[in-house]
């Protein structure tokens, strides 16, 4: 299915941020081909789910919306808020280890190794593709956000201690999304 074909199947006022271990944040996602009305609804959706839960990134497949789309505040201000579609990291440079957290990990932190630096080519909300240079904790937002239109989680990035001490967090949500 292409992205058109899913973005038609969208209630897009239903959506919601989904939590592992939904198969959606699984899914490879589908770029997107056209930039119209119902991308920039998505958008401003995931920006007012995004904000009212804090976060300071949010990929389309945490509303299970399986697109190659994701949106970037690190300052946590609306207007610094950053829109990635088809985005691909083109260079990275240095290193980081940083604390992180994930909308679809509730609770759950652990230290991850990201580069210092990227550079990222994306289409904006005009259908205008851009190079943009990130560092720091901008570079690991979108590095964190490319990782879902990958199927990749902060699970699959931790290491062993860390996946040992978020176990009972990560069997509770096991269990919520079973039952």
Not at 101 to 108: A, E, H, M, Q, Y
Not at 126 to 152: M, P, Y
Not at 159 to 167: D, H, M, P, T, Y
């Amino acid at each position: 299915m292409n992205a058109s074909e899913k973005l038609d199947l969208l209630d897009i006022d239903a959506l919601t941020i989904i939590h592992y271990p939904d198969p959606r944040l699984r899914e490879d996602c589908t770029a997107i081909e056209i930039v119209d009305g119902r991308i920039h609804d998505l958008v401003a959706k995931m920006t007012d789910l995004m904000f009212t839960s804090r976060g300071v990134g949010l990929a389309a497949p945490q509303v299970g919306v399986t697109v190659r789309l994701f949106m970037a505040s690190p300052t946590f201000d609306r207007d610094d808020l950053h829109v990635y579609i088809n985005p691909e990291i083109i260079h990275t440079s240095g290193e980081q280890d940083d604390e992180e957290g994930c909308l679809s990990f509730p609770s759950i932190y652990c230290k991850i190794r990201r580069a210092q630096s990227i550079v990222i080519r994306a289409t904006n909300l005009d259908g205008e593709v851009f190079e943009q240079e990130c560092d720091d904790l901008h570079a690991r937002i979108c590095q964190h956000e490319l990782d879902h239109l990958d199927g990749l989680l902060l699970v699959d990035r931790m290491g062993s201690v860390a996946r040992l001490a978020n176990r009972k967090a990560l069997k509770a949500l096991q269990a919520e999304y079973a039952g």
